[in-house]
T-cell receptor
Framework: KAGVTQTPRYLIKTRGQQVTLSCSPI?????VSWYQQTPGQGLQFLFE???????NKGNFPGRFSGRQFSNSRSEMNVSTLELGDSALYLC????????????FGSGTRLTVV | KQEVTQIPAALSVPEGENLVLNCSFT??????LQWFRQDPGKGLTSLLL?????REQTSGRLNASLDKSSGRSTLYIAASQPGDSATYLC???????????FGRGTSLIVHP
């Protein structure tokens, strides 16, 4: 069965621009979570969507936003990019976080120049 | 607030050694604990998931144990190989939000 698909794999953007990343979860998974990973901070939770509703939110500024569609696909958007937004952005989907845990995608590497 | 610590942060061993990676957590009221592997620049690959009611899980050369009372989990890798070189992360699921707390990982290098 298909895994979690993230697109694009790599992105280079300029400071001040905005960017949209996409995540398609495993079929049947309604929960989609987003993480930012940097060498200095490790994995940091951004937000989680479940059935088109944001269910949990991490401690990130309002420039970071997301949404989930009726087919469970999710997008995250970062506006007014800063150099510090350069990171690996990871998406994880779950059927039931307690019973089966997370399945991660391969990530999107964002570089802000 | 749950805190997860992984020791050591980095490990370099010769091929063939048996390894133990450690994961400690502060709140023992957990739902589950999941071990992941991450290759450089890639996503996380799930290795083992241990439920709160379980003591251990095994998959091939990997064995993960869980001791809630002491707030510890260990990942045992038998007969290590160069292909095991990666960063290993543990994630502890606890609290009402069901959002796992991740450790910073152990970076493992197995040299031939």
């Amino acid at each position: 069965k298909a895994g979690v698909t993230q697109t694009p794999r790599y992105l280079i953007k300029t400071r001040g621009q905005q960017v949209t990343l996409s995540c398609s979860p495993i079929s049947g998974h309604r929960s989609v979570s987003w993480y930012q990973q940097t060498p200095g901070q490790g994995l940091q939770f951004l937000f989680e969507y479940f059935s088109e509703t944001q269910r949990n939110k991490g401690n990130f500024p309002g420039r970071f936003s997301g949404r989930q569609f009726s087919n469970s696909r999710s997008e995250m958007n970062v506006s007014t990019l800063e150099l510090g937004d350069s990171a690996l952005y990871l998406c994880a989907s779950s059927l039931d976080i307690v019973l089966v845990g997370y399945t991660f995608g391969s990530g999107t590497r964002l570089t802000v120049v | 607030k749950q805190e997860v610590t992984q020791i050591p942060a980095a490990l370099s061993v010769p091929e063939g050694e048996n390894l133990v990676l450690n994961c400690s957590f502060t709140d023992s009221a957990i739902y589950n604990l999941q071990w992941f592997r991450q290759d450089p620049g890639k996503g996380l690959t799930s290795l083992l998931l241990i439920q709160s009611s379980q003591r251990e899980q095994t998959s091939g050369r990997l064995n993960a144990s869980l001791d809630k009372s002491s707030g510890r989990s260990t990942l045992y890798i038998a007969a290590s190989q160069p292909g095991d070189s990666a960063t290993y992360l543990c994630a502890v699921n606890s609290g009402g939000s069901y959002i796992p707390t991740f450790g910073r990982g152990t970076s493992l290098i197995v040299h031939p």
